[in-house]
């Protein structure tokens, strides 16, 4: 690991401050992810601004039925808030999924948005990989590439998003709060992650040296909803596929419904098209195929990957079985 400086930010002014040039300089929180990085060399800024001791550590009630969540509440803290697990149970679901209970104890809210890629390529300093040193080339497209994309891909990158949290805020419509040098902003989750056709190496539109305050979680929807994740062993391991749905039947015929997949795509893969098709319709597996269908149709696995597009399919048909069940129970 290369030498590098610390130090401690008593408020966020002064965390902002402290970053100084961004592009040589990291915030740190929990660092689960960033001090793996900087080991192997993939990252190593010069400077790390530890945030720890904000006052970004608290879970509140926004008044309108809505959480604001503070960006450095740990995934644990989250995962098992009373709140979150009766109105937000997919969010508590998916990250207790996630990692390993220390991880999760260590891990933050802003800390899990931001983390890397898991393409063994990006961490493996002698091959080629666009994310870490653009303009170097992909080597995941003629390598071992069973666990990447297969929607929204370009031969620059094919990698997958590793978060299980950031899906299930993508069902929830979260948004991101971020601080600035010249203020406040928001960003709302389906445009917080940048389309990987902008560009492999940056993969968020948060501004450069902005740091995440808090993520605001509307009024949860009125049905149940459901975190479901397949993976390669039952404990510690990163999503193949993944999904966070809700649905609420209204009159027999499908109201409000959310649907997010994970594992598949660069950023949590909002199925924009699924949802569109199943709104106004009577619930059933026909129904439900279609609508997997609808969204999958732009896929574009690798000789590696196909399986994801039928695992993928299988996943949103059996999770809404399960939810539409339990809302006619
Ligand atoms: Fe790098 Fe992306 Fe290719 Fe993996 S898929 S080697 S992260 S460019």
Redesign the pocket.
């Known amino acids: 690991m290369k030498a590098f400086g610390y130090v401690r930010a008593g408020d966020i002014d002064e965390a902002l401050a402290l970053r100084g040039d961004p592009r040589r300089s990291r915030f740190l929180a929990g660092g689960t992810n960033l001090v793996d990085l900087m080991k192997t060399g993939v990252e190593s800024p010069a400077k790390l601004v530890d945030i720890r001791a904000l006052p970004l550590d608290r879970i509140e009630d926004t008044g309108d039925g809505g959480l604001r969540v503070g960006a450095t509440v740990t995934n644990s803290d989250l995962a098992v808030h009373p709140a979150i697990r009766t109105r937000y149970p997919a969010l508590s679901q998916a990250i207790l999924s996630g990692a390993s209970g220390q991880l999760r104890n260590a891990a933050t809210v802003g800390g899990n948005l931001l983390q890397r890629?898991r393409?063994?390529?990006?961490a493996d300093l002698a091959?080629?990989?666009?994310?870490?040193v653009p303009g170097t080339?992909?080597?995941?497209?003629t390598?071992e590439?069973h666990n990447?994309a297969v929607l929204d891909w370009t031969p620059?990158?094919?990698?997958t998003h590793p978060s299980d949290m950031a899906v299930a805020l993508a069902a929830f419509d979260a948004r991101i709060g971020f601080r600035t040098g010249t203020g406040p902003g928001e960003l709302p989750i389906s445009g917080f992650y940048r389309p990987v056709a902008d560009g492999?190496h940056r993969e968020t539109l948060l501004p450069e040296g902005a740091l995440i305050t808090h993520v605001v979680l509307p009024p949860s929807p009125p049905g149940p909803s459901r975190y479901r994740k397949v993976r390669e062993r039952a404990s510690y391991a990163f999503a193949l596929c993944s999904i966070a749905a809700t649905v609420e039947v209204h009159d027999g015929q499908i109201g409000d419904v959310r649907i997010a997949l994970g594992g598949i795509a660069a950023r949590p893969w909002r199925a924009r098209a699924a949802e569109d098709h199943l709104r106004g319709k009577e619930p059933g597996d026909a129904v439900f195929r279609t609508a997997a269908d609808a969204e999958l149709a732009s896929a574009r696995p690798l000789p590696g990957n196909g399986y994801k597009v039928r695992l993928a399919r299988n996943l949103i048909v059996s999770t809404l079985d399960e939810l539409i069940s339990r809302e006619s129970r």
């Open positions: 890629t393409c063994p390529y990006f091959a080629a990989c666009n994310k870490r080339g992909c080597s995941a497209l390598g590439h990447h620059a990158c094919v990698a492999a």
